[in-house]
C-alpha cells in the first residue's frame, strides 16, 4: 500500500517511469478483464489503450479506499462495457444457448495434451461462457480477486457474483466432461 501511494505520487507528478511501472504492473489485469467484455484482439487492445489513457488521467482522484488493482478493473471493465454498448455487439448470450461444445483439432486426447496448452483451452472455454460469467472467473481464479473486490469493481452484488462463480464452474465443469467425453467416443 505504501509503495502504491508512493507510485501514485510519482505519477501525479509526472514521472513516467512511475507511469511506465504501473502500465508494467497491470497490464495483464487490464488485457483480461477487456478481453472477457470485448474478445476481438485488435478492439480489446484498443480498449486497453483508453482505460490506460483514463488511468492516467484520473489516477490523482483515487482515494485509496480500495486496492489499486481493484480500481483500475473496474476503469477497465466499465470501459470495455462502454465500448461494447458504443458498437451494439451483443456480446451476452443467454444460458443454455450459450453452451457450445469446444471441438479437438486434434484426433485424440493425448496428441490434444501435447499439443495444447492447457491454460489455453480452457480459456477456450471460459470465452464461451456467458460474459457474467466470464467476468466473474476471469478476477476470481486468473486474477485472484476476493469477492468482495469483485463486487467493488463490477457492482454486481456478492451473492450474485457468488452464484456466477457456481454457476461459471458447472458450466465448465459440464464442458470438460462432454469434451471427454467425445474425445473417448471418438476412439
Known amino acids: 500500500m505504501v509503495e502504491e501511494k508512493k507510485m501514485i505520487a510519482q505519477i501525479i507528478k509526472g514521472d513516467t517511469n512511475a507511469f511506465s511501472s504501473l502500465v508494467d504492473k497491470y497490464q495483464n489485469l487490464i488485457f483480461h478483464v477487456v478481453k472477457r467484455v470485448v474478445p476481438e484482439q485488435m478492439d480489446a487492445e484498443d480498449v486497453s489503450q483508453e482505460v490506460f489513457v483514463k488511468v492516467y488521467r484520473s489516477i490523482g482522484s483515487f482515494k485509496h479506499q480500495s486496492k489499486l488493482s481493484t480500481w483500475i478493473a ?57 460474459e457474467q460469467y466470464r467476468i466473474v472467473v476471469t478476477l476470481f481464479h486468473l486474477e485472484e480477486f476476493s469477492v468482495e473486490e469483485i463486487n467493488e469493481t463490477t457492482g454486481m452484488p456478492e451473492g450474485t457474483v457468488k452464484s456466477y462463480l457456481y454457476r461459471a464452474r458447472k458450466m465448465l465443469k459440464d464442458k470438460i466432461k462432454d469434451h471427454l467425453k467425445d474425445d473417448y467416443e471418438e476412439r
Do not use: C, F, G, W
Open 74 to 130: 473496474k476503469i477497465a471493465y466499465l470501459t470495455a462495457l462502454n465500448h461494447a454498448k458504443k458498437y451494439k455487439r451483443n456480446l451476452t448470450e443467454d444460458y443454455p444457448e450459450a453452451v457450445v461444445r469446444l471441438k479437438s483439432d486434434q484426433d485424440n486426447p493425448a496428441e490434444q495434451l501435447s499439443k495444447k496448452n492447457t491454460s489455453e483451452h480452457l480459456n477456450k472455454l471460459i470465452e464461451q461462457l456467458p
